[in-house]
């Protein structure tokens, strides 16, 4: 015979009030903010796990945040790039990566 | 859940910024802190947390994130130079006008440390990534 559920909604509301008091008391005593410390903690572990991917993401926007100049075409500004990089091969070579992979993603 | 992540959060605003600075933190961590730092503009925090973050100096992630805070130096020191050069044309063009000359001149010394500082950073990266590669020269 299978079990029978039974939901509370008055029980769920007052585990809700109850959290939400024992946060603010803590908070109170403490002067620490939980939710925002637990999200932190959240964020920084899937940073964590994830640099591979965040340190693509950071080369994407170094390249989004290069300055440019409302008279310069495409060409000025590769080579402001290429000034730019200058003796840093691994940045350089992920450049090239990005570049590459946007002309295959058009060609497509 | 809640008393562990109280815990970490009294140690992240105790103990824990001292033990950053002693770089006895993981690697991932620091890198992660810089590339945070470097979204922000707060170059003396990516450059501190790079620094930090530099005990393995082969690491291609290290090597990676290292030459990014450079990068961003340049390109922000060399804003700091146009402007300066933009200053330097109107004072050629229109004169030095007596009543602006000081807000002139302050302005021209802010944005000539700004630049500085910007370099000493980059050199102070670039170095690093120099011992690096001497270091695998070496041992090749």
């Known amino acids: 015979m299978a079990e029978q559920r039974n939901l509370s909604i008055s029980g769920g509301l007052t585990g809700a009030l109850v959290g939400l008091a024992a946060e603010l008391a803590l908070e109170e005593i403490t002067g620490m903010e939980i939710v925002n410390g637990l999200l932190a903690v959240i964020g920084a572990g899937f940073g964590l796990i994830r640099i591979d991917r965040r340190i693509y993401e950071g080369t994407v926007n170094l390249l989004k945040r290069v300055p440019v100049e409302p008279n310069s075409d495409y060409r000025d500004v590769l080579e402001q790039i290429d000034e730019m990089s ?22 497509a | 859940m809640l008393g562990l992540n109280s815990l970490s959060k009294l140690f992240r605003k105790t103990i824990g910024p001292r033990i950053e600075a002693l770089g006895l933190l993981p690697h991932r961590y620091y890198l ?51 402007q300066l050069d933009r200053f330097e044309t109107e004072i050629e063009i229109f004169g030095k006008p007596s009543k602006l000359n000081n807000t002139y001149l302050r302005l021209q010394k802010a944005e000539e440390s700004a630049r500085d500082i ?8 670039f170095n690093q990534l120099n011992v690096s590669k001497h270091d695998s020269v070496t041992a090749e």
């Open chain 1, 86 to 107: 200058l003796e840093l091969p691994e940045l350089r070579e992920s450049f090239v990566k990005l570049v590459q992979a946007g002309i295959e993603a058009q060609k």
């Open chain 2, 32 to 82: 992660h802190r810089a590339l945070d730092a470097l979204e922000e503009d707060d170059i003396d925090e990516a450059v501190r947390m790079v620094t930090l973050a530099g005990n393995d100096k082969k690491d291609a992630r290290w090597r990676l994130v290292c030459q990014q805070v450079i990068f961003r130096c340049r390109v922000l020191a060399s804003q700091h130079q146009k």
């Open chain 2, 118 to 125: 910007l370099r000493s950073y980059e050199l102070s990266l």
